[in-house]
């Protein structure tokens, strides 16, 4: 690296550090404080233990954004100071010392882009994920299966815990359906990027005459929400069906009614689970999914209504990704407009880099 090499990288720096600054607002979370600090000094502040104790939660991230902020911004701070003095100065060693702290220094405003992007309330709850295949049949029930195993791969390379709800193999290979729960830190903070179709393009290994195949799964992600987020369904809203539940659990799976399809009227959201022997403990669990499903899509008609966006674009039914096997190997995502050769990696569960760009784009 050298002075101009540098002297761009710092200005690619200081431009993240006022995007941040403009996502983060420090005087408006200072301001907030300030109200809370105000309000905890009430002599009443107890009375009311649930919003006393949100109101913690909330100082609690907002210090939490704020020190992650100041940390970048005395990094960036710091080195535009030291190189200034020592070009002035000539000094070769300090300025070798600053190239070769180059690295380290992206790497603090990257990470500190991702934890700013994942600082919003419900980024850290649990992520219930549930992936559907397109048309298609065998070719299509296929991919949902290695979507599955790609999740299931992430979960287990960032040590999260995985709790499966519903499964239904598909015919001959693949899945009909599955429904998960990824739980550990920032679990939705991650996985709600993953919301949208996800196309495949390869050689099918089920056609004889091994052509080239396209198909398409749908992977929905909302966030687990906890008892202190009120949402009421009323039994007119709903249709509650019961089917047998198909899938592995021994011969009593196929005895009872014990599973449970739910669809919300207003929205056509459809939850099912055959997690349990019990028809109870499964319409508990779809009751569960169907409420964090609305949570979700009450989030993006919010977001879509600030974005400018019709209502037709609110849901899960946008190609967001495509991963290319034949003739070439790429994974791009179409927010990011990123492309990846790493196929075999992503597949493997290696998706850290690439949600990270999908956050940070669709932040700017």
């Not at 020592?86 to 690295?103: F, H, I, K, N, R």
């Not at 906890?226 to 069906?241: A, L, T, Y």
């Not at 899960?316 to 290319?324: A, D, E, L, M, P």
């Not at 179409?334 to 690439?354: F, H």
Request: net charge negative; glycine share 6%.
């Amino acid at each position: 690296m050298d002075n101009y090499e540098y002297t761009e990288l710092l200005k690619v720096l200081n431009k993240k550090l006022q995007n941040i600054k403009d996502i983060l607002s420090p005087d408006d979370i200072k301001a907030r404080l300030k109200e809370i600090e105000e309000l905890e000094a009430g002599e009443n502040f107890w009375s009311d233990i649930a919003k006393a104790t949100e109101l913690g939660k909330e100082k609690n991230r907002l210090l939490s954004r704020l020190a992650k902020y100041s940390r970048a911004k005395g990094a960036i701070e710091d080195a535009n100071e030291l190189y200034e003095m020592a070009s002035e100065e000539d000094d070769t060693d300090t300025l070798q010392t600053l190239y070769s702290d180059a690295g380290k220094l992206e790497e603090i405003v990257k990470k500190t882009e991702i934890e700013v992007m994942l600082s919003n309330e419900h980024d850290a709850f649990n992520a219930i994920v549930s992936i559907h295949p397109g048309a298609g049949g065998t070719e299509s029930q296929d991919w949902a299966s290695i979507l599955y195993r790609m999740y299931l791969r992430w979960a287990e390379l960032k040590g999260f815990k995985v709790e499966v709800l519903d499964y239904q193999d598909g015919e001959e290979a693949g899945i009909k359906d599955v429904s998960f729960i990824i739980r550990g830190e920032n679990a939705y903070g991650y996985l709600k990027v993953e919301n949208g179709i996800h196309r495949l393009v390869r050689i099918s290994p089920f056609d004889s005459n091994a052509k080239r195949h396209t198909s398409f799964a749908s992977v929905m992600v909302s966030p687990e929400i906890d008892d202190n987020i009120n949402i009421v369904i009323e039994d007119k809203d709903i249709r509650v069906d019961t089917y047998r539940a198909s899938g592995a659990g021994g011969q009593h799976v196929n005895k009872t009614e014990s599973a449970i399809r739910i669809t919300h009227i207003a929205t056509n959201i459809v939850v099912q689970c055959q997690n349990d022997r019990s028809q109870h403990k499964n319409r508990d669990t779809a009751m569960k999914m169907l409420k964090s499903r609305l949570y979700e899509y009450e989030l993006e008609k919010q977001q879509a209504e600030i974005d400018g966006k019709p209502k037709s674009e609110i849901g899960w039914g946008h190609q967001i990704r495509s991963y290319v096997l034949q003739p070439y190997q790429q994974i791009k995502d179409t927010r990011s407009n990123i492309g990846y050769s790493n196929v075999s990696a992503i597949l493997d569960g290696d998706l850290d880099q690439m949600i990270e760009d999908v956050l940070i784009s669709m932040a700017r």
